[in-house]
């Protein structure tokens, strides 16, 4: 099993970033997947989450409206679109799967986790 995120880097305050998630070794369409965010001292943190067909989506209310998870089952990839930046979105962000066919915020319901991507956003 193997989940690959990319897409992170350096960007000021008010640009955007596109993330990715490429998944390997397990039926992705049969999984909700979630995007995390950590910051070193704290505990990592839901973001937003899509549930196995893509027709439910869930955010954080501190992303609400700005952030966008969307997934291409064909693909076994999902995708975070992050606009409107602010410097209080500087984290690593993980990509979970969860073997659930509903919509998990909790941690601990996912199942796979990839490596993360740094994401840094200068004021």
């Known amino acids: 099993v193997q989940l690959q995120a990319s897409g992170g880097g350096l960007v000021q305050a008010g640009g955007s970033l596109r993330l990715s998630c490429a998944a390997s070794?397990?039926?992705?369409?049969?999984?909700?997947m979630g995007w995390f965010r950590q910051v070193p001292g704290k505990e990592r943190e839901f973001v937003a989450g899509?549930?196995?067909?893509?027709?439910?989506?869930h955010y954080a209310d501190s992303v609400k409206g700005r952030f966008a998870i969307s997934r291409v089952n064909a693909m076994n990839t999902v995708y975070l679109q992050l606009n409107s930046l602010k410097p209080e979105d500087t984290a690593v962000y993980y990509c979970?799967?969860?073997?659930?066919?509903?919509?998990?915020?909790?941690?601990?319901?996912?199942?796979?986790w990839g490596r993360g991507t740094q994401v840094t956003v200068s004021s």
């Open positions: 070794g397990f039926t992705f369409s049969s999984y909700a």
């Open positions: 979970a799967a969860a073997r659930s066919r509903g919509l998990p915020i909790g941690e601990g319901y996912y199942d796979y």
């Open positions: 899509i549930m196995w067909r893509g027709d439910t989506t």
